[in-house]
């Protein structure tokens, strides 16, 4: 199966509706929010914007998404990418966030996004990236630790309790390997 890793765009707003509604039916929380065309315009504007290096101006951390999608343009994972490494990022953030629509967890694609993702890190110039899953979150644990993350401490402040995982890029393949 053949799976891309895309920028946010409108063209992926029937996917998304569906992603959400599939986190909302299981009780988590929607990846996008939004339940008209004019919410999704603005959330396309907001992540756009947010991937922008200037975000750190207004206290956040530059925060690019993409997804994975397959050939029939559904939604199989949603990423985060956090080029800079703010006091946020190398904390309780990470450089790679991820997460799978429940319906599509358990098939491999949160190891399929984080190694692009780990890649595209690579590619831009970071040596080593920091990812975090919270200290309850089994299966992300596993994703990370199964992709040769080093566990090294967690991070407990402001009502966090992070586990923190370093990739390093000349090291054990540095999560690139196929799984």
């Known amino acids: ?3 891309t890793l895309e920028k946010p765009s409108i063209h992926l707003y029937k996917a998304l509706m569906q992603v959400d509604k599939d986190f909302e039916a299981a009780g988590e929380e929607p990846y996008c929010g939004v339940h008209s065309q004019a919410g999704f315009w603005l959330w396309l ?3 756009r914007e947010q991937a922008k290096t200037e975000a750190i101006e207004l206290g956040s951390n530059p925060n690019e998404i993409y997804f994975l999608v397959d050939e029939e343009g559904r939604v ?4 985060q990418f956090r080029p800079v490494s703010t006091q946020d990022v190398l904390t ?3 450089h790679i966030g991820y997460s799978v629509p429940p319906s ?19 590619e831009r110039g970071l040596t080593r990236v920091l990812l975090t899953c919270d200290e309850t979150n089994a299966p992300s644990r596993h994703v990370i630790e199964k992709a ?10 402001r009502g966090y309790n992070k586990r923190q995982y370093w ?3 000349q090291r054990r393949g540095g999560g690139l390997e196929e799984t």
Do not use: H, P, S
């Open 1 to 3: 199966m053949a799976l």
């Open 45 to 47: 504007w907001t992540v």
């Open 76 to 79: 199989c994972a949603c990423g």
């Open 92 to 94: 309780w953030a990470g």
């Open 104 to 122: 599509l967890r358990g098939r491999g694609y949160a190891q399929t996004i984080l190694r692009l993702l780990l890649r595209m890190a690579y």
């Open 148 to 157: 040769g993350g080093d566990y090294c401490g967690n991070y407990r402040e």
């Open 167 to 169: 990739f390093y890029k």
